[in-house]
T-cell receptor, first 115, second 114 residues
């Protein structure tokens, strides 16, 4: 079955510390991958995406993610977290071959930033 | 530069009432989708469309209908609202680009069924 797992429901980090949010997927087709961020009461904003090519992708707000096919993972990282990064983060996967726009989302990880 | 517009932003319904959540996009995207967001469950696909006149069911379609008469609009109908449909609903439109499709989301509709 196709699925996306974000193992950490809540993560708390201190401001200025590094961050890694985990994402693992199970997908039969060749995937393309996304990370979205959602601030309270807001919609989803795309942080970054992986379609093909370089497995280390850079996104907005200083985020990056690395696609590791052998581990079926697409972890999100940031070297130094800012208080404004507190939000909920979603990993999502779609199939290159589907031509439907459908995405499968993980459960989300809520990031809290301590001052 | 409107993007994906959802209306209303908030709605309270009584059990058994029906309503339509509106979604419109002005980017001429061929794909549109509806998701619901519930705590601890991420976003789950309700229905999707790959073009005008073509719709299909997603993961959680029961209790919802959709139609797509134009490229721009993709309304979601709740036939007889139930408390289990209390959720935040997101509409997305997508387009095919090199390597994959990229989705753009509306701001969401927060629905409470009492």
């Amino acid at each position: 079955a196709q699925s996306v797992t974000q193992p950490d429901i809540h993560i708390t980090v201190s401001e200025g510390a590094s961050l890694e949010l985990r994402c693992n997927y199970s997908y039969g087709a060749t995937p393309y991958l996304f990370w979205y961020v959602q601030s309270p009461g807001q919609g989803l904003q795309l942080l970054l995406k992986y379609f093909s090519g370089d497995t280390l992708v850079q996104g907005i707000k200083g985020f990056e993610a690395e696609f590791k096919r052998s581990q079926s993972s697409f972890n999100l990282r940031k070297p130094s977290v800012h208080w404004s990064d507190a939000a909920e983060y979603f990993c999502a996967v779609g199939a290159k071959s589907s031509n439907t726009g459908k995405l499968i989302f993980g459960q989300g990880t809520t990031l809290q930033v301590k001052p | 530069n409107a993007g994906v517009t959802q209306t209303p932003k908030f709605q309270v319904l009584k059990t058994g009432q029906s309503m339509t959540l509106q979604c419109a996009q002005d980017m001429n995207h061929e794909y549109m989708s509806w998701y619901r967001q519930d705590p601890g469950m991420g976003l789950r696909l309700i229905h999707y469309s790959v073009g005008a006149g073509i719709t299909d069911q997603g993961e959680v379609p029961n209790g919802y209908n959709v139609s797509r008469s134009t490229t721009e609009d993709f309304p979601l109908r709740l036939l007889s609202a139930a408390p289990s449909q209390t959720s935040v609903y997101f509409c997305a439109s997508s387009y095919q680009k090199q390597g994959g499709t990229e989705a753009f989301f509306g701001q969401g509709t927060r629905l409470t069924v009492v």
